[in-house]
């Protein structure tokens, strides 16, 4: 098993930034890869963002060159920054660790006014 801790998220005004954090504890060895993906009102899941266990990484075109993944693996922890925000980024994000099953976080809000 799995668990994901999320923090950070929150209102922001356009063109703002925030940065999103995701704790990974337990059998931590089995995640090949750590995702984020968001979803917002009547609206599907969507990938936002994915890094895998080599580091490759890989962004919805809607957030390519504002959002950033990243992690630092001492700490099991997965971060996802995002700059120049808009009012269509708003949503609930949720992190996501990809191993032998699906594990997803608590999910956070990101409200963007404009």
């Known amino acids: 098993q799995v668990q994901l801790v999320q923090s950070g998220g929150g209102l922001v005004q356009a063109g703002g930034s925030l940065r999103l954090s995701c704790t990974a504890s337990g059998v931590t060895f089995s995640i090949n890869a750590m995702a984020w993906y968001r979803q917002a009102p009547g609206k599907q899941r969507d990938l936002v963002a994915i890094?895998?266990?080599?580091?490759?990484?890989n962004y919805a075109d809607s957030v390519k060159g504002r959002f950033t993944i990243s992690r630092d693996s001492s700490k099991n922890t997965v971060y996802l920054q995002m700059n120049n925000l808009k009012p269509e980024d708003t949503a609930v994000y949720y992190c996501n660790a990809e191993g032998s099953t699906s594990f997803w976080g608590q999910g956070t809000q990101v409200t963007v006014s404009s």
């Open positions: 890094i895998t266990r080599r580091g490759t990484t």
